[in-house]
C-alpha cells in the first residue's frame, strides 16, 4: 500500500532552519507530483508547496523566498528546507502526492510532523 513518511520536525528558534523529509513506497514516485501543506494550530490546512514530476515548482507567497522543496527521484524522497522560520510557521505539515490525472489523480497523505517555531 502507499505510504507517505514525513520526518524532520521539530522545535526551532525564530530565525532558523529545518529540513523536512518524505519517503514514499508503494507509488511511482517519478511521474507523481509532491507537495508540502501545514496546518497550523486551530487553523485548516493550507497549501505549501508543491514540484511536479517535471521539477518545476512553485510556492505560497508565504514562504516564498524561504523555503525549497526538492525531490530525489532514486530516493522517492521529497524534502522541504525552511530557513528564516518564524513563529507563524509553526504547524503539522504534512507530505502530499498526486498521481496524474491520466493515471487517476489519486491523493495520499502523510501522517504529519510538528514543527514549532518558538519567538
Known amino acids: 500500500q502507499v505510504q507517505l513518511a514525513e520526518s524532520g520536525g521539530g522545535l526551532v528558534q525564530a530565525g532558523g532552519s529545518l529540513r523536512l523529509s518524505c519517503a514514499a513506497s508503494g507509488i511511482t514516485f517519478s511521474i507523481n507530483d509532491m507537495g508540502w501543506y501545514r496546518q497550523p494550530p486551530g487553523k485548516q490546512r493550507e497549501w505549501v508547496a508543491v514540484i511536479r514530476s517535471g521539477d518545476s515548482t512553485n510556492y505560497a507567497d508565504s514562504v516564498k523566498g524561504r523555503f525549497t522543496i526538492s525531490r530525489d527521484n532514486a530516493k522517492n524522497t521529497v524534502y522541504l528546507q525552511m530557513n528564516s522560520l518564524k513563529p507563524e510557521d509553526t504547524a503539522v505539515y504534512y507530505c502530499?502526492?498526486?498521481?496524474?490525472?491520466?493515471?487517476?489523480?489519486?491523493?495520499?497523505w502523510g501522517q504529519g510532523t510538528q514543527v514549532t517555531v518558538s519567538s
Open positions: 502530499n502526492s498526486v498521481t496524474p490525472y491520466r493515471l487517476g489523480g489519486y491523493e495520499y
